[in-house]
């Protein structure tokens, strides 16, 4: 069946260092690719949604990727703040399985000021 | 503004007892879904509806119903609550078409004792 991998349990970093998240995924379909964001108290939202192989999807400054090579997927940004301190869970859709999601373990993010 | 409320945010219920969590959505939405989340796990998906009077089963359907009497409303529900049902439960909202953005709601913390 279809499946995500985020190895990526807990990342802590200063504000204005890089963040990279990284996923995996397998499905025998054609999947679009979201990562999700979810405040302390929240629900999750989506942050971004990328659908095309090598392009790149962006809001509020992170940036997402997909290769559909190695099967894999990122979130990236260039200069983190403390406000972005959240969980990115990567999760997906495969093309014909209506509108179901399979989500990744989630990525904690700790951003230091 | 499309809304997802859940209720209750919290609650306690003795192992064996039979607990109903509420969902409501404001957003017109075809689809609904209810989550559970775990640390290490993520966002695991239970039950989901697609239309009124009828309900899917999830990844994990195992020891929870669901309930979609209106396209507004869907309900979780444990009718033998047990001390591994203690998680957080996300009930989220999703339309059709091009947007597979799911809304979710603000959660209910359910501890089983």
């Known amino acids: 069946g279809d499946s995500v991998i985020q190895m990526q349990g807990q990342v802590t970093l200063s504000e204005n260092d890089f963040l990279f998240i990284n996923c995996t995924y397998s499905?025998?379909?054609?999947?679009?690719l979201f990562w999700y964001v979810q405040y302390s108290g929240e629900g999750p939202q989506l942050l971004l949604q990328?659908?095309?192989?090598?392009n790149k999807g962006s809001s509020r400054g992170f940036e997402a990727t997909y290769d559909k090579g190695t099967t894999s997927f990122h979130l990236q940004k260039t200069s983190v703040q403390e406000i972005d301190s959240a969980v990115y869970y990567c999760?997906?859709?495969?093309?014909?399985?209506?509108?179901?999601?399979?989500f990744g373990t989630g990525t904690s993010l700790l951003v230091d000021p | 503004e499309a809304a997802v409320t859940q209720s209750p945010r919290s609650k306690v219920a003795v192992t064996g007892g039979k607990v109903t969590l509420s969902c409501h959505q404001t957003?017109?939405?075809?689809?609904m879904y209810w989550y559970r989340q775990d640390t290490g796990h993520g966002l695991r998906l239970i039950h989901y509806?697609?239309?009124?009077?009828?309900?899917e089963k999830g990844d994990i359907p195992d020891g929870y119903k669901a309930s979609r009497p209106s396209q507004e409303n869907f309900s979780l529900i444990l009718e033998l609550a047990s001390l591994s049902q203690t998680a957080v439960y996300f009930c989220a909202s999703s339309g059709t078409g091009d947007s597979y953005e799911q809304y979710f709601g603000p959660g209910t913390r359910l501890t089983v004792l």
């Open positions: 957003n017109n939405h075809d689809y």
């Open positions: 499905t025998t379909g054609y999947p679009t």
């Open positions: 509806s697609y239309v009124a009077d009828s309900t």
């Open positions: 990328v659908t095309t192989a090598n």
């Open positions: 999760a997906m859709r495969e093309g014909n399985m209506g509108y179901k999601l399979t």
